[in-house]
């Protein structure tokens, strides 16, 4: 089992920038990648960005150059960085671990961008 652990939501003006953390911690071992979501009110979740065990990214249309995810083996800790950030990247943001079976959640973090 993992348990994963985020932080750094919160809300900032249109054009601003903020860092979510994803700390993992439980059996780590059977992580092959992370990544993060998004949920929108009314909206499906998507995936925002995605990273692998091996360093390999990816991210969505609408957030590739201004997010960057990245991870820290040492800490275990997944993060995103996110800039320029615009009204319509207001969501719950998830953090995920996909693992050898199956696939683990984070609580999720609101993430707010004001106009």
């Known amino acids: 089992q993992v348990q994963l652990v985020e932080s750094g939501g919160g809300l900032v003006q249109a054009g601003g920038s903020l860092r979510l953390s994803c700390a993992a911690s439980?059996?780590?071992?059977?992580?092959?990648?992370m990544g993060w979501y998004r949920q929108a009110p009314g909206k499906q979740r998507e995936l925002v960005a995605g990273?692998?065990?091996?360093?390999?990214?990816n991210y969505a249309g609408s957030v590739k150059g201004r997010f960057t995810i990245s991870r820290d083996n040492a800490k275990n800790t997944v993060y995103l960085q996110m800039n320029s950030l615009k009204p319509e990247d207001t969501a719950v943001y998830y953090c995920?671990?996909?693992?050898?079976?199956?696939?683990?959640w984070g609580q999720g973090t609101q993430v707010t961008v004001s106009s």
């Open positions: 439980g059996r780590i071992f059977s992580i092959n990648a």
């Open positions: 995920n671990a996909e693992l050898l079976f199956g696939n683990s």
């Open positions: 990273i692998t065990n091996g360093g390999l990214t």
